[in-house]
């Protein structure tokens, strides 16, 4: 039974930092994709970062720049540093594992987390 935990979000004020964390259990984590999600009130789950075993990373355009996806395969973690923080970005914040080797699409994905709220305050 694959288990992910994030961890991490909170109430902050625009600019502010945050890290997000994952912890993943109950397979082999080293050789599948793992991928950070969010999803605003009444808006669709969006594609925010993906990183590959082999430490590659996508990101979604807008997200370039502000975002930093990083996984540690030995302690089976992957993390989100988001920077800057807007409003905009006030989102409840989900990570996803994949058996692939490259996903960047939500339903590509087989293993979510339940999600932690990220909230940005003006």
């Known amino acids: 039974q694959v288990q992910l935990v994030e961890s991490g979000g909170g109430l902050v004020q625009a600019g502010d930092s945050l890290r997000l964390s994952c912890a993943a259990s109950?397979?082999?984590?080293?050789?599948?994709?793992m991928g950070w999600f969010r999803q605003a009130p009444g808006k669709e789950r969006e594609f925010v970062a993906a990183i590959t075993w082999t430490k590659n990373t996508y990101y979604a355009n807008s997200r370039i720049g502000r975002f930093t996806i990083s996984r540690s395969n030995a302690k089976n973690t992957v993390d989100l540093q988001i920077n800057s923080l807007k409003p905009e970005d006030t989102a409840v914040y989900y990570c996803a594992k994949a058996h692939k080797l490259l996903a960047l699409n939500w339903d590509e994905y087989d293993y979510w987390g339940q999600g932690t709220q990220v909230t940005v305050s003006t």
């Open positions: 109950g397979s082999a984590f080293s050789s599948d994709v």
